[in-house]
C-alpha cells in the first residue's frame, strides 16, 4: 500500500455508508517505523474563523478499497485541539511526504512516496525523486529523522 494511494482518498463509515471525509495525510512515527495516524479533512463546512483537525488510527482502517477507505464508524475519528496538534507536530509522528532525504550528509531527493503493510502500517519503502529519477528504497528499520530531514542508513540498498 502506497501512501499516494491513501492521500485524498474519501473516508466512509460502514455504519450508514456515509462519507466523512478525505485522507490529506499520514503520520509516521520513527521510533516504530510505521504509520500511526491519517490526517482526515471531514465533509461539510467548518465556520470561518474556526480550526479543526481531525485524526484517525491506521488499525482503525476496516477496509482498503481502490477508491475509498472505510471504517466502522465516525466514532473512531477524533477531533483534536490546538494543543494536541502543536505535541502530534513536535512528537514522533511526523508526515513525510515532500521532505528531504539524506544518506548522512549527502542530500539524494525528495521523499515523494513510500510503502507500509496495508494491516500494520509497518514502512517498507520510500520513493524518493533524484535528480529527476524515481529512486525506491528499502528501508526496513533504516529510517531516522533530525531538523527537518529523513536519513537513511548509507547502506542501504537502492534500486
Not at 471531514?42 to 491506521?58: A, C, H, K
Request: hydrophobic residues 40%.
Amino acid at each position: 500500500m502506497n501512501a499516494k494511494d491513501i492521500i485524498n482518498k474519501p473516508l466512509y463509515a460502514l455504519k450508514g455508508s456515509i462519507k466523512i471525509g478525505e485522507v490529506k495525510s499520514l503520520l509516521v512515527d520513527f521510533a516504530q517505523h510505521r504509520v500511526n495516524f491519517l490526517l482526515i479533512e471531514r465533509t461539510g463546512t467548518i465556520p470561518e474563523g474556526d480550526f479543526e483537525v481531525n485524526i484517525l488510527r491506521f488499525e482503525d482502517l476496516a477496509g482498503k478499497g481502490d477508491y475509498a477507505l472505510m471504517i466502522t464508524n465516525q466514532t473512531q475519528l477524533r477531533k483534536i485541539t490546538n494543543r494536541e496538534l502543536f505535541e502530534m507536530l513536535f512528537s514522533d509522528s511526523i508526515s513525510i511526504i515532500g521532505l528531504d532525504l539524506y544518506a548522512a550528509n549527502l542530500r539524494i531527493g525528495q521523499l515523494v512516496d513510500f510503502s507500509s503493510d496495508p494491516e500494520k502500517g509497518a514502512i517498507w519503502n520510500v520513493t524518493t525523486l533524484a535528480n529527476g529519477t524515481a529512486v525506491s528504497i528499502h528501508v526496513s528499520k533504516d529510517l531516522s529523522y533530525e531538523d527537518g530531514r529523513v536519513y537513511v542508513d548509507p547502506a542501504t540498498r537502492l534500486t
